[in-house]
């Protein structure tokens, strides 16, 4: 019991203490963060009931049906939070979710529509708020957030207020174009300009790539205005991070499909944690790790079960051919990720680069932000080896490609693109001269 108290304590404070850091990065992704661990997110910001100034917290949101619920769990102990009291002395709030701002009022659910949301919702996507309920005896507060017109009008001139509908997850329609022959781009969309393809070869069609988790019904909607009523036959990852992933695992459950990764990927499309801290980025290093190691072993088992592509998932040798892409090539690119792999069609030298190469200035933190055009090099802080990506670069700038589709940006297309491609693979060739030197002019 003594033990039960003082872990509980312990996560309590560290959830405190690390609400501003959660915030911070849940405004900077747009949410996306929490994605890694296949959660949805709301900062709320309330009202304080003694001091009257705004106060911010982050928590984790729940659709239902059309509305999206929390819970004032507070790491299981006794007392709610106090963001729990701030909306029962006002329950007008503001949200931050998909990365639109919301005026919300908060309604407290009752016992019964509590426990069956629950039951239902809250177990099923996030097993470990269990525990909770364990250690408090009882079932946490919930509240529902049903969007209000907002004080300074709505945003479409004052015509209609907000509705339920802005809560929901779903986007419009993905733009989509055809960029060769057979090769259709769809997107790009989202903050980081995300971008998957539909190739299609030999008999069938492949889907490479799949977006972040969140966006396989917008990629499926897509694939349909394309496909029609025919569905692809594989799903191909150039690697396996959550913004090419997506909800891969969903779409090859649906289109009864497998989804092939790189031999090197496959422990970590298996969540094979021994295998994510032997190759660990910069990210893993300074966020991802230490939280997997925080949540302890059963909580992140419960996670990596869920997240998991084993039933669907696997691996090919780059070396042997493409499975399912029997016109293609592919091209070990290791640098962004161990296993990372490009794909290219030697006919009409069309290349399918995923992070190896990019053509949306993601490259730092300060280009992510300013959403700048261009080539650059895949992200230094979600990148394993530095020096490898660059080598990478220069080897894929050795095909010549006529057509660049990759995983962030608008593909290039234009009769230049050959020269793109070598003047920007000349300028990381030069960074890279001496020790350091690239990493630091390109990377940093």
């Not at 209000?148 to 174009?177: C, E, H």
């Not at 396989?216 to 959550?242: F, R």
């Not at 069309?350 to 993601?362: C, E, H, K, W």
């Not at 003047?423 to 630091?440: K, L, M, N, S, Y």
Request: aromatic share 6%; net charge positive; charged share 25%.
């Amino acid at each position: 019991m003594q033990s039960e108290k003082l872990k509980t304590a312990i996560e309590h404070e560290v959830d405190t203490r690390s609400v501003g850091l959660g915030v911070w990065l849940h405004r900077r992704t747009g949410g996306r963060i929490a994605r890694l661990w296949r959660r949805r997110t709301i900062v709320l910001t309330t009202i304080g009931r003694r001091t009257g100034r705004p106060r911010t917290v982050l928590v984790q949101a729940f659709q239902d049906g059309p509305d999206v619920c929390v819970v004032a769990a507070n790491s299981g102990l006794s007392k709610p939070p106090g963001w729990y009291f701030n909306l029962r002395a006002d329950p007008h709030v503001v949200g931050e979710l998909d990365g639109r701002r919301l005026q919300l009022r908060a309604e407290q659910l009752s016992d019964a529509e509590a426990e069956r949301l629950w039951s239902e919702r809250v177990l099923t996507i996030a097993p470990n708020y269990g525990k909770y309920e364990q250690r408090s005896g009882r079932i946490p507060p919930v509240f529902r957030l049903v969007p209000q017109q907002s004080p300074s009008g709505p945003a479409d001139g004052g015509k209609r207020g907000t509705d339920r509908r802005t809560l929901r997850r779903a986007r419009g329609p993905l733009p989509t174009s055809q960029i060769a022959d057979g090769v259709w781009a769809i997107g790009p969309w989202g903050y980081t300009r995300t971008v998957v393809y539909l190739v299609h070869s030999g008999t069938g069609w492949t889907l490479v790539d799949a977006g972040w988790p969140g966006d396989g019904p917008s990629v499926e909607a897509a694939v349909a205005t394309i496909l029609g009523m025919q569905k692809p036959h594989s799903i191909v990852l150039t690697h396996v991070h959550p913004d090419h992933e997506g909800d891969s695992r969903r779409l090859a459950e649906r289109w009864r499909c497998p989804v092939w990764v790189s031999r090197a990927e496959l422990p970590i499309a298996l969540r094979d944690f021994e295998q994510m801290r032997a190759t660990p980025m910069p990210l893993d290093r300074w966020l991802v790790l230490p939280a997997m190691q925080l949540i302890g072993r059963k909580r992140r088992r419960l996670i990596f079960a869920a997240a998991t592509l084993a039933p669907v998932v696997r691996a090919f040798d780059p070396a042997t051919g493409v499975p399912d892409l029997p016109e293609w090539v592919a091209w070990s690119t290791p640098g962004h990720t161990v296993g990372h792999v490009s794909f290219f069609r030697p006919r009409d030298r069309v290349l399918l680069s995923g992070d190896a190469m990019v053509t949306a200035r993601i490259d730092t933190l300060r280009h992510l932000i300013s959403r700048r055009p261009g080539l650059s090099a895949p992200p230094w802080y979600t990148t394993v080896d530095a020096d490898a990506a660059c080598r990478s670069i220069l080897q894929l700038a050795h095909l010549a490609p006529q057509v660049l589709g990759s995983g962030h940006g608008s593909p290039m297309t234009g009769s230049s693109t050959t020269q793109a491609v070598a003047d920007f693979a000349e300028r990381t060739r030069r960074q890279r001269r001496g020790t350091g030197t690239w990493r630091r002019r390109r990377w940093t």
